[in-house]
């Protein structure tokens, strides 16, 4: 069954902003470790931002200063507020929650259905 759902994704221009969600069932969600993977054609899927566990936060360093990764636990839902975007930030995202015995992206974990950013020169 379909267990985190995305949305936000689209076709912005450059130095334009997206915000993307994933609501997740109440039974994954908890608190555990959430984030956000990118994936550009061709290329491997990579993480972009986490909450590992409570108030922390991890960016990669191209999304540093840029993107912000949130939670609202009441909501089950994570965002990514994407700012600045740049030609190269064109991707697939995919929200990811962690589960146990593994951590973010592994074999135990759930994944979103991805959604599509597409950012115009």
């Known amino acids: 069954q379909v267990q985190l759902v995305e949305s936000g994704g689209g076709l912005v221009q450059a130095g334009g902003s997206l915000r993307l969600s994933c609501t997740a069932s109440?039974?994954?969600?908890?608190?555990?470790?959430v984030g956000w993977y990118f994936q550009a054609p061709g290329k491997r899927r990579q993480l972009v931002a986490s909450?590992?566990?409570?108030?922390?936060?991890y960016y990669r360093g191209s999304a540093q200063g840029r993107f912000i990764i949130s939670r609202d636990n009441a909501k089950n839902t994570m965002y990514l507020q994407m700012n600045d975007l740049k030609p190269e930030d064109t991707g697939v995202y995919y929200c990811?929650?962690?589960?146990?015995?593994?951590?973010?992206?592994?074999?135990?974990?759930?994944w979103g259905q991805g959604t599509q950013v597409t950012v115009s020169s």
């Open positions: 990811n929650v962690a589960n146990y015995p593994g951590g973010l992206g592994s074999d135990y974990s759930f």
């Open positions: 109440p039974t994954i969600f908890r608190n555990n470790a």
């Open positions: 909450i590992p566990e409570g108030d922390r936060t």
